[in-house]
């Protein structure tokens, strides 16, 4: 017996763009060269990881420099 459901469709969301280092903090660069170094190791859950924690940080010690 054929399937006569109509298929469901299911469309791609964006993911939002990464945080951006707020120039001359030392912490935001750690987080940026963390991310870069995971991203060339192919470890996409650790450039997920930098980019939480960037946000992070940055909603707690710049919110007026949020980019």
Do not use: W
């Amino acid at each position: 017996m054929a399937n006569t459901e109509t298929p469901k469709e299911y469309g791609l969301t964006e993911l939002p763009p990464e945080p951006k280092p707020v120039p001359s903090c030392k912490i935001c660069l750690g987080f940026s060269v963390r991310r870069g170094n995971a991203r060339s190791r192919g470890d996409y859950s650790g450039v997920s990881d930098a980019n939480v924690e960037m946000r992070r940080h940055q909603r707690g010690a710049h919110p007026e420099d949020r980019l």
